[in-house]
């Protein structure tokens, strides 16, 4: 039985099949405009999360769309989005509200139909991200599947770092690694200019959130905007954003790729 699971799970992972939308697939085809989330835990969403208990709380910005907000789910098939937009994604931890459904519903002024692609993974550091990795690899596969329809990728939101504050030599090493991984995804997803918007840490696991910051802020290619999350309300350990703060971070995502030029 072990021996069926593994070629079961080893031939669907190495086959990426074009997603369907389960409950409006009438809609498939206007599921132009997709968003990738990535990240770590507050691009998964912890708002509302204590003690391992989300409270279910769902601010109007993040509030369903139902036909105007999807997201691709684990199964690799379109749903209409809701929160939490991570829950069969980052599955070994409790997902709440994250900055995903602010920023769609934000972005519907200009995108009147937006599909996003939750990857992200709490507790994951930057060089498991890096190409070739499995964190890497689950972001590519999932945007290749995202856009079989005919869609496009229109930005990488990018909420990561935190846990790259535990030793002085990984927040050393940031700038390097995060310059590369977005080099990276530009070329495997066969878009040279795709736009990134990054989020500066809030907050961090260890001593050196201002190196892993100045590190973020530094990056110096086109397109990558940083919006800042410092000083934003945390919940109470300290380390992920509340609700109200990530609907907060969600709309100046959404805010960075509107007044940029390649909202278009």
């Known amino acids: 039985m072990l021996f069926l699971f593994i070629i079961t799970y080893e031939y669907w992972s190495s086959h990426v099949k074009p997603p369907t939308l389960t409950n409006s697939s009438s809609s498939t ?18 708002g509302g999360v204590i003690d391992r208990y989300w409270d279910g709380i769902i601010p109007p910005e993040v509030k369903p769309s139902p036909g105007k907000i999807f997201r691709l789910g684990g199964d690799l098939r379109w749903v ?16 709440g509200v994250g900055p995903g459904m602010a920023f769609a519903n934000a972005a519907l002024r200009r995108y009147p139909v937006i599909g996003l692609v939750p990857c992200a993974i709490g507790g994951s550091g930057i060089e498991e991200w890096s190409r070739g ?3 890497y690899e689950l972001l590519t596969r999932r945007a290749g599947a995202a856009v079989k329809g005919g869609g496009a990728i229109r930005a990488v939101l990018w909420f990561q770092g935190e846990r790259d504050t535990l030793n002085i030599s990984d927040a050393e090493l940031y700038q390097e690694r995060l310059h590369k991984l977005f080099i990276d995804l530009r070329s495997d997803l066969k878009s040279p200019l795709l736009p990134v918007i990054q989020v500066a840490l809030a907050s961090g696991e260890g001593p050196y959130v ?8 530094a990056i110096n290619l086109p397109i990558v905007m940083t919006v800042d999350a410092k000083g934003l309300l945390l919940q109470p350990d300290g380390l992920h954003l509340s609700t109200n703060a ?12 509107l007044q940029s030029h390649c909202a278009s």
């Open 210 to 217: 201002e190196t892993v910051r100045k590190a973020q802020q």
């Open 29 to 46: 085809h206007l599921i132009k405009d997709v968003f990738i989330l990535a990240g770590q835990s507050n691009m998964a969403g912890r």
């Open 246 to 257: 990530q609907v907060q971070v969600g709309k100046m995502l959404a805010h960075a790729m």
């Open 80 to 95: 209409d989005a809701h929160e939490p937009l991570h829950v069969d994604i980052d599955i070994n931890k409790t997902c």
């Open 133 to 135: 990795g499995r964190l």
